[in-house]
């Protein structure tokens, strides 16, 4: 089972500032990585797969890097609803498919 | 754009089998050659993939869970159903349907969740 790592647990930054989200695997996931946002009360919401396409409808402001074990998420100037929860998931080695433990970013 | 709603009882008693079903909404479930995807996530804690059908109704689950755990189709209903059998406390989650894209294994629909307690 590949283990996938988050740092930092938690985040804490302003309005308007640049945010960046690490996650690494236990072993090479190439690109098969992606990223989700998860809002209380919401349904959580694919931000990228394949370690740097945006989904459908995401904003710009959000944008992924990486390959191998190291990856970043990365979003550019925060708005209001981009404090949640952050998931990175690999998907090249299933069953199971693994997530990593989360990153709260707050105010 | 689909949408999928998990429903089911939101207390289950400890030993006995917890039982969810997703409802997928502007989309069939036998088209697209999606996985079919259940996922939780206790209070606090990260995310856990339990499992999918597929459209052809195979299944994939969680090795962990694999004892415990059936995953089901139903097309006449666009429904898909979990059931974990013999659940403790460590079985009380937030539940997760959502939809795998086909080919790979990330969720590109998920529903709103519903937490299921386990508690006498």
């Known amino acids: 089972e590949i283990v996938m790592t988050q740092s930092p647990a938690t985040l804490s930054v302003s309005p308007g500032e640049r945010a960046t989200l690490s996650c690494r695997a236990s072993q090479s996931v190439s690109s098969n990585l992606a990223w989700y946002q998860l809002r209380p009360g919401q349904a959580p919401r694919l931000l990228i797969y394949g370690a740097s396409t945006r989904a459908t409808g995401i904003p710009a402001r959000f944008s992924g890097s990486g390959s191998g074990t190291e990856f970043t998420l990365t979003i550019s100037s925060l708005q209001s609803e981009d404090f949640a929860f952050y998931f990175c998931q690999q998907y090249i080695n299933w069953p199971p498919v693994t997530f990593g433990g989360g990153t709260k970013v707050e105010i | 754009q689909v949408q999928l709603l998990e429903s089911g009882p939101g207390l289950v008693k400890p030993s006995q089998t917890l039982s969810l079903t997703c409802t997928v909404s502007?989309?069939?479930?036998?088209?697209?050659?999606?996985?079919w995807t259940w996922i939780r996530q206790p209070a606090g804690k990260g995310l856990e993939w339990i499992g999918y059908i597929y459209t052809s109704g195979s299944t994939n689950y969680n090795p962990s869970l694999k004892s415990r755990v059936t995953i089901s189709l139903d097309t006449s209903k666009n429904q898909f159903s979990l059931k974990l059998t013999s659940v403790t406390a460590a079985d009380t989650a937030v539940y997760y349907c959502?939809?795998?894209?086909?080919?790979?294994?990330?969720?590109?629909?998920w529903g709103q969740g519903t937490l299921v307690t386990v508690s006498s």
């Open positions: 959502a939809r795998g894209y086909p080919g790979n294994n990330f969720a590109d629909s």
């Open positions: 502007s989309g069939s479930i036998r088209s697209g050659g999606y996985y």
